[in-house]
């Protein structure tokens, strides 16, 4: 009962904060639109989209105000997870049936799309669903439901002059095409650093002449900015491929993915080599001892014991390159790369915000995909008594 009497105080304190920002909203820009993807911005206030739309956006922050307010913690916390769910829904439907009223005038190129308010707003309500511990089911199964109505707007075209929607339509193939092409450099990059990090990170584990080397060297490449890397590359990329032909065959050359690669796979060694370092010297040295005494010789102890103890930490490691390099790989495209950051770019050139929000937007979600997946894999390698000690 203590327990969760300290819980609900420590909630209590996250819901004022996110009120806060709820306010904080309410004096942005809501809504903005365009007659074309250039042109200037017309902004509008939450305030101003009239008194239903103004219900509907206010009725998330009332009801986590009434959770606070309220004595009885049961009724406080079915509000706070009505809170959450109508915070995601509501603001998205009032984009749908504002925007679209906001841009009926304004010409056949017009479109719409979230001010500041609006990304505050949702911010807010993230912040909900992240203070959870572990969400309730009845909190998955209204974000699930909330998810297909927007999928049913999305269907029946109400957000068909939503600014992001038609960066992505009018992108066509050419947007799945930089999707692959940045998994495939992620993908590349890592495996590249895999193969050469966690071999350094067992030589400096067994020879401290080798560690001594390593450490410094990683934590001098650490410092060295990515663009400035990529930058580094181009010059010795380009002499090779001219004296070597065959290189430029292969895609080695001063411009384009090569470079880009390499500096990926270069960032990358430092959390591999890092984590796999660490996880092997982290080995409790009375378990050494033990298997020892045991009659292991050197093969066993690292097949039996020294590995399966420290996969865990490896995995941690190699997740780590994974989400740094996912967003690295955005400044692929500055030395003539692929990848989503070609959106970003090509967005800020153009003056495109909705291009450059489309692409930031895809990165984000590679990244926490990529991330959710990564951790199921280190789930199943973790031992139950671990897994059974942490929670």
Avoid at 214 to 241: D, E, M, R, W, Y
Wanted: glycine share 8%; with cysteine.
């Amino acid at each position: 009962m203590k327990r969760n009497i300290l819980q609900w105080r420590s909630l209590d304190k996250q819901v004022i904060c996110t009120l806060f920002l709820f306010l904080v909203s309410l004096t942005l820009p809501f809504l903005q639109s365009r007659e074309n993807r250039i042109s200037e911005e017309i902004t509008v206030h939450m305030l101003s989209l009239g008194f239903v739309p103004i219900l509907l956006l206010l009725a998330p922050p009332l009801m986590l105000l009434a959770s606070v307010i309220i004595p009885e913690k049961s009724h406080a916390r079915f509000l706070v997870s009505a809170s959450m769910a109508f915070g995601v829904f509501f603001p998205l439907l009032v984009l749908a049936i504002a925007g679209s009223a906001l841009v009926e005038d304004q010409g056949a190129f017009a479109r719409y799309s979230p001010a500041s308010g609006m990304y505050v707003y949702l911010a807010s309500v993230s912040i909900l669903y992240f203070m959870q511990k572990s969400l309730q089911t009845r909190d998955k199964i209204a974000l699930f439901f909330v998810l297909l109505l927007v999928l049913g707007m999305g269907l029946l075209g109400m957000f068909d002059r939503l600014g992001i929607l038609l960066e992505a339509r009018n992108l066509g193939t050419r947007l799945a095409r930089e999707i692959l092409s940045h998994i495939r450099i992620t993908g590349i990059s890592l495996l590249i650093s895999m193969l050469i990090g966690i071999p350094i990170a067992f030589l400096a584990f067994i020879n401290k002449a080798v560690r001594r080397v390593v450490f410094p060297i990683l934590n001098v490449l650490q410092t060295i900015p990515g663009i400035a890397l990529f930058g580094l590359l181009i010059a010795p990329l380009a002499a090779l491929s001219r004296t070597f032909p065959v290189l430029r065959e292969w895609g080695i050359q001063g411009i384009g993915n090569a470079p880009a690669i390499i500096a990926l796979s270069m960032y990358a060694l430092y959390p591999i080599i890092r984590y796999t370092y660490t996880s092997l010297n982290g080995i409790d040295e009375q378990v050494v001892l033990a298997a020892k005494g045991m009659g292991m010789n050197s093969t066993q102890l690292w097949k039996i014991v020294r590995l399966p103890l420290a996969t865990v930490g490896i995995l941690h490691g190699i997740r780590v390159a994974l989400i740094q390099t996912i967003g690295n790989a955005t400044l692929a495209k500055l030395i003539g790369g692929d990848g989503l950051g070609v959106l970003v770019f090509e967005g800020l050139g153009q003056a495109s915000v909705d291009m450059v929000l489309l692409g930031m937007l895809l990165i984000i979600a590679l990244t926490v995909v990529s991330d959710r997946l990564f951790q199921l894999l280190i789930n199943l390698f973790t031992p139950a008594s671990l897994t059974r000690e942490e929670r």
